[in-house]
């Protein structure tokens, strides 16, 4: 069995103020890569002849939020697409076949250029020449990585700016030594200048994969003794070695697919070979960058700055108490937490906009939020964290708005608006009336994002559609109206909350009135969200422990689609019969076992019905502070937090996939003890802290002290609390109980107190009783 680092630092003890490391070093961005490997937490994905979805994060070179990445790739997308994204790493993978030195795709596999170090012969990609690693010597950090390739003697080690990835070969003495570098399937134009220098562009695509700069300029601290280009030749011939390559010895530039450069050296015994990246919407750009930010060919001190940059952000969250695992846990899922929304130019520098247009940043510009993941939990975290990063976020958003005409959405909802409400009740300044405008547009233009608006519109709901041929799951087509429109009720109550904040009281009164429309999909003869044809009739045979995919659901159950109804938890609870009704119906969810016909590759980390790996269903766990059980939530956290984190083998193990920092963040926050159910809102629900006392230092200067008093894996139940000195009986705070600084202070025990927090008049705010 293979015992890594993490696991066996779970065989220790507590963690003492004597033995404690910096939370930098605490921090392994291989935490995420592997998969869960406990068949009873993995469902029954995933198929035959499949890898099973891991977390799907990144363990390469990078700053907080940067779209560069400097990172290893152990996966051939090009030849294999196993998962619903370009992943470029996978833990249990035996062999690596190149690095990424650019940034721009969200999940950097197709990051371009792709460089591999090479001892010997080499092959024309995408059949990659592929080198087996040594687990044991591979190591990462914030802002750095390293692995040794066993087949060609070889280290590499990887490490970034904020735009710029730097890479240091170390060969042995050869004189076959070389660096391949591509351009990958989308191609383009790789073009070698003088003895140092190789630039090219990406071929351009209608997506966001180069959103960094199509150009990039890589320079290399030892001159070439030969070189050449290659491509694959046009068509689609395939051959055993013969008609599928274009190998041009000599040449200095390329045009193609799979387009790049084979660079050769002569090297001594330990000799490094250094090359430096960077992307931008020119040449002159990527030049500029490189100037400014890697002058010259200190590895070892562009490490150090993003160690310390990984350094001044994690230091803002101190704990102590728990085990070494759960404080590398937590460290790490806070570092995955800040991989997104990406930058992509700092204010002055050039970048090209939503219409393809060059423009100079007059503030720091971001990518896309991925709403429909990182809205539910990250931005959040953000917000308590990073306010001014969140109000180049939103004026980015804002911006990219003006360009296309309407508030980007992400992937299935429209859920921009619980960045802005949320950033607004915790106090961030911004333009909130502008933003409100483009948001509206969103929601009342068919023509807009949202799909089938009209429909939901005129009717309250969004209907379905049996599939033809194919009525049983899993079946990944459909409109997923059922899914739309819980998800387009909870965006219209948070617009009914933005829209009476800014005294928009017409506005208000239509939006909370569509904020009921969850109820149209609501079967109470069942007791479940269900999806309805368009004459209103509930589909049948309906079957709520299937995987229905893009049906009814979206990416989930109906199971896990029923508690998606975060604003209005007592309006769900009011219609599964009250408190017991919706508690035995919540602890169903948590035993029924899962045992579907079909097959939902990405539901992995099951609690009963429940799935961690997917985002629907992640703040059911919390849903019972309403309810008056809130110490169910404080034991199912605690159970969460330790099987659907790191219980693998390698100890890296993630539940479905991170979806760039969403599942991670469930985990930074929980453990801390708190968690947003619904991130437009100013509450936070309390769940049980694993650490015996957290210091979270808010964007604002002020601090948030949360002490666990006889806290231990036992004492999971809090037993009473005070906030700022004084009891406090609700199992939940709003952001203004700790805008100014607060001490929580919790005490613990090993059985539940049921009188605490369980009072109707403890729960939460909701929809149906404000």
């Known amino acids: 069995m293979l015992l890594t680092a993490a696991a066996s630092l779970a065989l220790a003890g507590p963690v003492t103020a004597q033995n404690r490391a910096d939370p930098v070093d605490e921090a392994n961005p291989l935490v995420g890569t592997a998969p869960l490997d406990r068949p009873e937490l993995i469902g029954n994905a995933p198929p035959a002849g499949e890898p099973l979805y891991s ?59 792709t460089l591999m170090p090479v001892v010997g012969t080499w092959t024309v990609p995408p059949v990659y020449t592929e080198a087996y690693y040594d687990k044991a010597r591979e190591k990462a950090a914030p802002g750095y990585y390293s692995v040794f390739l066993d087949t060609f003697k070889t280290r590499v080690e990887l490490t970034a700016t904020q735009a710029t990835a730097l890479m240091r070969f170390t060969f042995p003495a050869t004189e076959r030594a070389h660096v391949i570098l591509n351009l990958q399937g989308r191609g383009g134009t790789v073009e070698i200048v003088g003895d140092r220098t190789v630039r090219g562009v990406v071929a351009t695509r209608n997506d966001n994969e180069a959103r960094d700069g199509r150009y990039f300029v890589a320079e290399f601290s030892k001159p070439f003794k030969s070189y050449g280009t290659f491509r694959k030749a046009p068509g689609n011939a395939r051959g055993y070695g013969i008609g599928d390559k274009d190998v041009q010895p000599g040449t200095r530039s390329i045009e193609g697919n799979f387009a790049g450069t084979y660079l050769d050296f002569t090297t001594a015994k330990n000799e490094a070979v250094l090359v430096k990246i960077a992307h931008g919407a020119s040449y002159e750009v990527a030049e500029a960058r490189l100037r400014a930010e890697s002058p010259g060919w200190d590895f070892d001190g562009v490490h150090a700055s993003a160690r310390a940059a990984w350094a001044q952000l994690l230091d803002r969250v101190q704990v102590t108490g728990g085990t070494p695992k759960q404080r590398m846990l937590f460290y790490s899922t806070l570092f995955q937490s800040f991989a997104s929304p990406r930058l992509v130019a700092r204010k002055g520098e050039d970048f090209t906009d939503g219409k393809g247009r060059t423009q100079t940043a007059a503030y720091d510009r971001y990518g896309p939020v991925p709403f429909w993941d990182t809205g539910r939990n990250q931005i959040v975290l953000l917000e308590l964290m990073e306010p001014e990063t969140v109000r180049d976020i939103m004026q980015s958003e804002l911006d990219m708005a003006r360009e296309r005409g309407f508030m980007n959405s992400s992937f299935h909802g429209d859920n921009a608006v619980f960045l802005y409400l949320g950033a607004m009740r915790r106090g961030i300044p911004f333009d909130y009336a502008a933003a409100y ?21 005129k009717q309250g709901w969004v209907s379905d559609e049996i599939p033809a041929g194919n009525p049983s799951p899993p079946y990944a087509g459909g409109k997923a109206g059922a899914a739309k429109t819980l998800e387009y009720a909870w965006d219209d109550h948070a617009m009914a909350e933005f829209a009476e904040r800014l005294g928009k009281r017409d506005d208000a009164r239509l939006f909370r009135k569509r904020a009921g429309n969850w109820r149209n999909v609501f079967d109470p003869s069942i007791g479940f969200v269900r999806g309805r044809t ?36 007592q309006g769900l609870i009011d219609a599964l019969g009250g408190r017991a009704g919706f508690n035995a119906k919540l602890d169903a969810f948590f035993t029924k076992p899962y045992n579907p016909t079909g097959i939902c590759r990405d539901c992995t980390g099951m609690i009963g019905q429940y799935v961690h790996g997917n985002q629907p269903d992640q703040q059911a766990p919390f849903l019972y502070v309403w309810s008056g059980q809130p110490w169910k939530t404080q034991e199912l956290s605690r159970r969460i937090l330790a099987d659907l984190y790191g219980s693998d083998d390698a100890g890296y193990g993630y539940a479905g996939m991170d979806d760039q920092g969403a599942t991670s963040s469930w985990y930074a926050m929980a453990a801390l003890g708190f968690y947003p159910v619904d991130p437009s809102s100013d509450e936070y629900v309390l769940a049980s802290p694993i650490f015996d006392r957290s210091v979270l230092q808010m964007g604002n200067g002020k601090t948030l002290e949360i002490v666990a008093k006889n806290n231990s894996a036992r004492n999971l139940y809090i037993q009473s609390a005070t906030l700022n000195g004084r009891p406090w009986s609700k199992p939940w705070f709003r952001h203004a109980d700790i805008a100014n600084g607060a001490k929580l202070v919790l005490t613990m025990g090993p059985k539940p107190n049921q009188a605490w927090g369980s009072a109707p008049g403890d729960a939460p705010p909701s929809m149906s009783r404000r």
Do not use: Q
Not at 79 to 100: D, E, R
Not at 536 to 565: C, H, Q, R
């Open 55 to 113: 977390g799907l994060t990144s363990p390469g070179a990078r700053l907080p939020h940067s779209a560069v990445e400097a990172a290893p790739v152990n996966s051939n997308v090009e030849l294999s697409y196993p998962w619903g994204v370009a992943t470029p790493y996978y833990y249990t993978n035996p062999t690596m076949i190149g690095f990424t030195g650019g940034g721009g795709p969200t999940y950097g596999a197709r990051a371009t250029p």
């Open 534 to 569: 368009a004459d209103g009739k509930w589909i049948s045979p309906f079957d709520p422990a299937e995987p229905y995919y893009n049906f009814m659901m979206k990416e989930a159950s109906g199971w896990s689609t029923l508690w998606l109804v975060p604003h209005d938890v």
């Open 437 to 457: 405008e483009y948001m509206r547009k969103n929601a009342m233009d068919p023509k807009g994002p949202r799909d089938f608006l009209a429909e939901y519109s």
